[in-house]
């Protein structure tokens, strides 16, 4: 059974102060890791897709990379406007499986 | 640019009635699908379709049909609502060659609750 387990579940960071998100996982055949971002009553925005060990995708503050077994979501000098909770998930060969998410809180 | 909507946005019901949970989108998405995200749980796979009249069920599928009749519409329905069906639910697109990528269009979210 494919696994996602992110951490930590909530982050409180101020701004400014860089920091990243985990997202351990563990499924049969890797067809691709997806990061999504969440905001309070919104649906999940699509953010990055990473496809193998080494593969590193940026967005604005955001960077994406990828190993074997974990993704990190690296948040460089993070603004309030990044607060959002964020998703992580794993496509194998049949199934989309998505993690619980972190929390992600910056204060100015 | 609408995308993926849904409606409505907040129901209530009380346990034994039935609902549709409407969903549409305009971007000529062959890939559909349908999730609930609970507290302290990832989102789940309730249903899902690869294309005007191709359904088939995901991780939690009980309780719940679907049906679609055209590239742009997949309604969720509830036959009996259950107080376990409390929840928010989510309504996905994609285009079909992106389906096994996870790169989904969501819609902002129906939240359902069952007295």
């Not at chain 1, 999940?44 to 974990?70: C, M, N, V």
């Not at chain 2, 742009?72 to 509830?78: K, Y």
Request: hydrophobic share 30%.
């Amino acid at each position: 059974e494919d696994q996602v387990t992110q951490s930590p579940e909530a982050l409180r960071l101020q701004e400014g102060e860089s920091s990243s998100l985990n997202c351990s996982y563990t499924v049969s055949g890797l067809r691709g890791l997806f990061w999504y971002r969440q905001d309070p009553g919104k649906g999940p925005e699509f953010l990055f897709t990473l496809y193998s060990a080494g593969e590193e995708k940026e967005k604005e503050r955001l960077k994406a990379t990828l190993t074997k077994k974990e993704s990190f979501l690296h948040i460089t000098a993070p603004k309030p406007e990044d607060s959002a909770t964020y998703l992580c998930a794993v496509q194998g060969y049949s199934t989309l499986t998505f993690g619980k998410g972190t929390m992600l809180l910056v204060s100015p | 640019n609408a995308g993926v909507t849904q409606t409505p946005k907040f129901q209530v019901l009380k346990t034994g009635q039935s609902m549709t949970l409407q969903c549409a989108q305009d971007m000529n998405h062959e890939y559909m699908s349908w999730y609930r995200q609970d507290p302290g749980m990832g989102l789940r796979l309730i249903h899902y379709s690869v294309g005007a009249g191709i359904t088939d069920q995901g991780e939690v599928p009980n309780g719940y049909n679907v049906s679609r009749s055209t590239t742009e519409d997949f309604p969720l329905r509830l036959l009996s609502a259950a107080p376990s069906q409390t929840s928010v639910y989510f309504c996905a697109s994609s285009r079909r060659l992106a389906a096994n990528t996870g790169e989904l269009f969501f819609g902002e979210g129906s939240r359902l609750t069952v007295l």
